[in-house]
């Protein structure tokens, strides 16, 4: 058995982002399993989390950004005792990539990077110049080349990391479907004699559910029975009589997502979506839930069409799929159990482990 180190270099506290939960948070137990000795050390503290992503406090974030480049600073010089450093996404959320370069050519350490998102771009149409200017995004390319190893959460990710490292793995976003997104751990919900189409989310991926917000207006209207969650960290102002908003928390993520029969994840077909790893269809299917994406990307690798759930392009797609979903019961079922088997087989912690370890080695 090995007896190496590991220093992950994060943005955000444990337990905190999906992001990071699903990539490599719940192959911890994995690594020091198998005599890796590890150590988390991430950019924003839980109190500075808390306020990052919030309008206002402009002070308290800078002096946030601030602590964290010192922070990383002094863990420069901690970070040659480490056999690996696993960074995600980057090791400070500004400038060029100065830490990296120094953890890589100068202290030499083995680096694997690891993202999940097309990071060297924006979604953000609005953008300044002179935000693009401080993320400076090129670093992305630049990490990729000098890194010992690169981690990508989906094919697309994963040729362009080859374009500067031919040692880029394809390691997907993946479920543990024994511990955590297993609906047999959890109590089995009361019928409400209503059918819920549910969607869940992050404040910054709501806009997508805006796209389709007329469409669902339609369905509420033609079924009366029909009514809509949203789990996230911010209410959306969507103009649905019945939606019913939970605020997103980690003690009750499966019983919260157990009271949706339809899962949806409506997508725009352009580079940032391809970037996207499908994180929602996986959890939707890993609890039996029928799930329902847009046609892009990474999706299509996630469902089959028809079998273990429904792709559409078009609203009238979205719209036919859905009332299909809604009118059959016994199609919701046996589509939910099939989306679980493919999730077990291809897209859990379980099926994924020696593909984790092989980062490593």
Sequence with gaps: MTSKSVLFLVPYPLMESPSQRFRFEQYFELL???????????FLDSANWQIAYKSGNSVRKLAAVIKGL?????????????DFVFIHREAAPLGPPLF??????????KVIYDFDDAIWITDRLTESRMLRLLKYRDKVKLICRWSWKVSAGNLYLSSFAKKFNQRSILNPTTIDTINWHNPDLFEKLAS???????????HSTLKYLYAIESLLQD?????????????????????????????????????DLLRIDIGI???????????????????????????????????????????????CHSNIEWKETLT???LDKNLRERIGQEGRKKVINQFSVTSNSSNFLSLFA
């Design 265 to 311: 994840m409506p997508l725009p077909d352009d580079q940032w979506s391809h970037g996207k790893c499908g994180f929602k269809l996986l959890q939707y299917m890993s609890l039996g839930i029928p799930a329902v994406g847009s046609r892009v990307g990474v999706n299509s690798s996630i469902v089959d069409h028809g079998i273990n759930g429904f792709l």
């Design 70 to 82: 010192l922070q990383r600073i002094v863990l420069l010089l901690k970070a040659r005792k480490f």
């Design 219 to 255: 369905l509420e209207n033609e079924f009366e029975n029909l009514q809509f969650i949203v789990i996230a960290d911010r209410k959306p102002s969507l103009a649905l009589r019945t939606m019913i908003f939970i605020p997103w928390r980690l003690d009750s993520e499966i019983q």
């Design 324 to 326: 299909k979903l809604i």
């Design 32 to 42: 020091r399993n198998h005599g890796y000795q590890l150590r988390v050390e991430s």
């Design 100 to 109: 990296e370069w120094i953890v890589i050519r100068i202290l030499k350490r």
């Design 192 to 202: 409400t004699g209503k059918t819920t189409i549910g969607w869940t989310g992050s």
